[in-house]
T-cell receptor, first 114, second 115 residues
Framework: GNSVTQMEGPVTLSEEAFLTINCTYT??????LFWYVQYPGEGLQLLLK???ADDKGSNKGFEATYRKETTSFHLEKGSVQVSDSAVYFC?????????????WGLGTSLAVNP | NAGVTQTPKFQVLKTGQSMTLQCAQD?????MYWYRQDPGMGLRLIYY???????DKGEVPNGYNVSRLNKREFSLRLESAAPSQTSVYFC??????????????FGPGTRLTVL
């Protein structure tokens, strides 16, 4: 079946360091790809999304490009802040008939030290 | 606009007890979901409701039942709680338009401990 593979954590960085969290997926024909973020003690919230191949999603300094040829949607940020400490989830959709359920990566925990 | 609300926020049960987790959304969304989140397991879908009046099993439905009471509300029931059901439970909703795939909006979660 369809699956998503996300870089394992935890990832620990110093403030202002460069961040990459890798995400690859199997299956084709995804209309949209997503990254969600979960801050401590909260539910998940959408960080960014891309709606077609080669599309770049961006938000709060984070970016990810939908690479259809490599089936990847890696998350990047040029300079992380302490407030970026959270768990990040890659979620390409899984089609089931007319229902589109997201399949979730295991999440990558990020800790940013001052 | 409260988004997705869940009650209770915390709950402790004894093995064999029953309880219902409540979820409501005020965004007029068609689809609603129940997930559980466990360390090292990521987010796993328990049940979902594509539209009012329909429910379907997800990845881990055993030990749970759901009710889509109306378009706004989607409840999750544990009939006989087991320690393996200790987890954080999230409700989510999405517009479920016919084109593309929708963003899901999550509630704050219910932290359940079964002793």
């Amino acid at each position: 079946g369809n699956s998503v593979t996300q870089m394992e954590g935890p990832v620990t960085l110093s403030e202002e360091a460069f961040l990459t969290i890798n995400c690859t997926y199997t299956a084709t024909g995804y209309p949209s790809l997503f990254w969600y973020v979960q801050y401590p003690g909260e539910g998940l919230q959408l960080l960014l999304k891309a709606t077609k191949a080669d599309d770049k999603g961006s938000n709060k300094g984070f970016e990810a490009t939908y690479r259809k040829e490599t089936t990847s949607f890696h998350l990047e940020k040029g300079s992380v802040q302490v407030s970026d400490s959270a768990v990040y989830f890659c979620a390409p959709p899984s089609r089931t008939g007319n229902n589109r359920k997201l399949i979730w990566g295991l999440g990558t925990s990020l800790a940013v030290n001052p | 606009n409260a988004g997705v609300t869940q009650t209770p926020k915390f709950q402790v049960l004894k093995t064999g007890q029953s309880m219902t987790l409540q979820c409501a959304q005020d965004m007029n969304h068609n689809s609603m979901y129940w997930y559980r989140q466990d360390p090292g397991m990521g987010l796993r879908l328990i049940y979902y409701s594509a539209s009012e009046g329909t429910t379907d099993k997800g990845e881990v439905p055993n030990g749970y039942n759901v009710s889509r009471l109306n378009k706004r509300e989607f409840s999750l029931r544990l009939e006989s709680a087991a320690p393996s059901q200790t987890s954080v439970y999230f409700c989510a909703s999405s517009p479920a338009t016919t084109k593309g795939t929708d963003t899901q909006y999550f509630g704050p979660g219910t932290r359940l401990t079964v002793l």
